[in-house]
Nanobody, 127 residues
């Protein structure tokens, strides 16, 4: 099990950028599929971006493709989500998540494939 803590959220205007971070503790995140999800008020969590366990493949939701970039820093046991050209509809709580098994492929968009979750960081984009 890994403990995940997100940071970097805030209140910005449309068109601005934010960089979210997620740091893991308790075990390495290297070799695990990792993801970012978000949750709108009263809605289910939805997939935002993910990285395969080898770090080779990246996946993005259509709504963020071209604006958000997933990156990882294995040495620091961290993930980042660079969010550019933010829109009011990006307003949500953002969570990072880790798959349960190392060196194992998962369906990147399926939240049930991830075993460990952070508590989230709020992103608010005003128009």
């Amino acid at each position: 099990q890994v403990q995940l803590v997100e940071s970097g959220g805030g209140v910005v205007q449309a068109g601005d950028s934010l960089r979210l971070s997620c740091v893991g503790s308790g075990r390495t995140i290297t070799g695990y599929a990792m993801g970012w999800f978000r949750q709108f008020p009263g809605k289910e969590r939805e997939f935002v971006a993910a990285q395969s366990y080898g770090g080779v493949n990246l996946y993005y939701a259509d709504s963020v493709k071209g604006r958000f970039t997933f990156s990882s820093n294995n040495a620091k046991n961290m993930l980042h989500l660079q969010m550019n050209n933010l829109k009011p509809e990006d307003t949500a709580v953002y969570f990072c998540a880790a798959a349960a098994k190392q060196f194992t492929d998962v369906d990147p968009v399926d939240g049930n494939e991830y075993a460990d979750w952070g508590r989230g960081t709020q992103v608010t984009v005003s128009s």
